[in-house]
């Protein structure tokens, strides 16, 4: 019996060229309430995911766009081991090159038991590594690997991310320097200022006891005696 459907859905690309494999992982998955794409090849999984061979610094988002035109976050990639072309491996290592993808969970699984095939897989970046047939509790192990990417809020991700560059950090220096001499330049302008305005003072006080009344008065009356 299926989980209970639940408004969000992890989507989950399976990686297998057995068809057999494909719809018995899809099945398991989807009895997990996941959303599943599988596709049969390692090429056709980097097609799906935006990733070209070439572009291993290329800065895609992990959104990727449905035949129905509708935008899908990865939450986990299973792939399988042994397949014609590029291997399990090969696409491990592809997308843990690529700086918009290595975040994205990968589980590998395989047929066959060889256990330096399997630290090999897990040295590179592997989550898991699953025994074929791959069974319903296993899968369940995968639900704590795809809670690492949903731990990313939307507001999160839309976030801006702030470089400070060289350049910046020596304006910011310079601003975190300047400030106090020019403040101390401040400070000398206004002393200076209040001592203009001082000086000015003194020279109207001088210029105003010259013309007082008083001073008038003893000037006409010495002109008045002569």
């Known amino acids: 019996m299926g989980m ?36 049969d090849s390692g090429s056709k999984a980097l097609e799906f995911l935006g990733l070209q ?14 035949d129905n035109h509708q935008e899908a976050e990865i939450n986990l990639i299973i792939t399988d081991y042994c397949m014609p ?18 975040n994205i969970p ?6 066959e038991n060889v256990p330096s095939r399997i630290s090999r897989c897990l040295e ?15 899968v369940n192990k995968l639900r704590p ?3 690492k990417t949903k731990c990313k809020s939307p507001k999160q991700q839309q976030q801006p991310e702030i470089i400070v560059t060289q350049d910046n950090q020596e304006s910011r220096d310079i601003t975190y320097v300047v400030p106090p001499e020019e403040n101390q330049e401040s ?29 008038i008065r003893q000037r006409l009356s010495s002109l008045t005696a002569i």
């Open 4 to 39: 209970a459907a639940v408004e969000f859905q992890f989507h989950v690309l399976a990686v297998d060229d057995s068809v057999i494999d494909r719809k018995l992982i899809e099945k398991l998955l989807k009895t997990s309430a996941c959303q599943v794409t599988t596709v």
């Open 53 to 66: 061979e070439n572009d291993k610094n290329q800065t895609n988002q992990t959104c990727v766009s449905l």
């Open 85 to 102: 072309g590029m291997t399990g491996y090969d696409l491990l290592k592809k997308i843990k090159e690529s700086a918009s993808l290595r």
């Open 106 to 111: 990968v589980v590998i699984m395989s047929s």
């Open 124 to 138: 590179e970046g592997a989550e898991e590594f699953f025994l074929k047939p791959v069974r319903l509790s296993d």
């Open 145 to 147: 690997h795809m809670m």
């Open 187 to 215: 400070d000398n302008i206004v002393q200076q200022q209040k001592s203009q305005d001082n000086s000015n003072n003194n020279k109207r006080k001088a210029i105003e006891e010259n013309l007082s009344p008083d001073r």
